[in-house]
């Protein structure tokens, strides 16, 4: 991705040209949490909870207390939208940012989350195209269907029958079914 040189030597990523945009001469050396917000765009009690969390590392106070971040701030909670962007958990970035912090490589394990995600994708698309069949047979069914037959004032002949068992199959299971008493004594 390309970078935007700021003064005095900051480089940060164009995502951070919020739309209240970047002032000429302006850095990012000791912004407090408001303008950060304003540059990410990332609401302040979003950036709270990443520091509770350990997301974004506890910042650096200035003497009357108020939190004071820099541009590596920035640059964090850049790279957390990007791979929330990518279907990855608070707790996979926060993995991911620590194996960093120690040095290491990441590239194996992102691959990894990321086949995982691909693979969780894949079984709910096929999951909603099975719901949509369903659907689409239900349609047609009700489109065939008689308003004036449907006098069960608890159902709906459309959806009746939808999940495979006939209403008389499943009442006579729950007739059958030992009650249990909701009295323990």
Known sequence: MDTVNHPPVWKVKPFLQHSAGWKVGATL???????????????TKTIRFYEDIGVLPEPERAANGYR?????????????????ATGLSLDEIAMI???????????EHVLDLLEHHLADLDALIDTLQATRTELVAMTE???????????????CQTIEGASGRKR???TAELHAAPRRSRHRH
């Open 29 to 43: 050396a000791g912004m407090r949490i408001g303008e950060l917000a304003a540059h990410t765009g990332v609401p």
């Open 68 to 84: 004071m971040y820099g541009p590596d701030d920035a640059d964090r909670l850049g790279f957390v939208r990007d791979a929330q």
């Open 97 to 107: 940012l620590r194996l960093r912090g120690l040095g290491e490589s990441t590239c």
């Open 141 to 155: 069914r009700a489109r065939s269907l008689d308003p004036a037959e449907c006098t069960d004032p608890n159902r």
């Open 168 to 170: 008389t199959d499943l």
